[in-house]
């Protein structure tokens, strides 16, 4: 059996399985993502993670959570879901 984990790979393919399970990401949403992306020079799997738990946290997309928890996973060196996952318990966030 495949894993959430295991076929979604890309940011695209996340937001497009976000959507399929009724999320809905504004040209805005979009925007944030990509340019947190960049900015922070964040891989896709840690900017997917990024967004489950701005999703968890803020039950809407936030985009000034989502960019601010990328800045913390970068400052905190964090590159696996795992350490992200664990980092924003730690921190409450989740």
Same mark, same amino acid.
Not at 9 to 21: P, R
Not at 73 to 86: G, I, N, P
């Given at each position: 059996?495949?894993?959430?984990?295991?076929?979604?790979?890309?940011?695209?393919?996340?937001?497009?399985?976000?959507?399929?399970?009724?999320?809905?990401?504004?040209?805005?949403?979009?925007?944030?993502?990509?340019? /947190?992306?960049?900015?922070?020079?964040?891989?896709?799997?840690?900017?997917?993670?990024?967004?489950?738990?701005?999703? =968890?946290?803020?039950?809407?997309?936030? /985009?000034?959570?989502?960019?601010?928890?990328?800045?913390?996973?970068?400052?905190?060196?964090?590159?696996?879901? =795992?350490?992200?996952?664990?980092?924003?318990?730690?921190?409450?966030?989740?």
């Amino acid at each position: 059996m495949k894993t959430l984990i295991n076929s979604v790979t890309t940011v695209e393919d996340y937001i497009e399985f976000l959507t399929s399970k009724g999320f809905s990401f504004g040209e805005d949403a979009l925007g944030f993502i990509s340019f /947190g992306q960049h900015y922070t020079s964040t891989t896709d799997e840690v900017v997917n993670v990024a967004l489950e738990i701005t999703l =968890k946290a803020q039950k809407e997309f936030d /985009g000034s959570f989502f960019v601010s928890l990328l800045e913390m996973f970068k400052e905190q060196k964090v590159s696996t879901r =795992k350490s992200a996952l664990e980092l924003a318990q730690y921190r409450n966030i989740i």
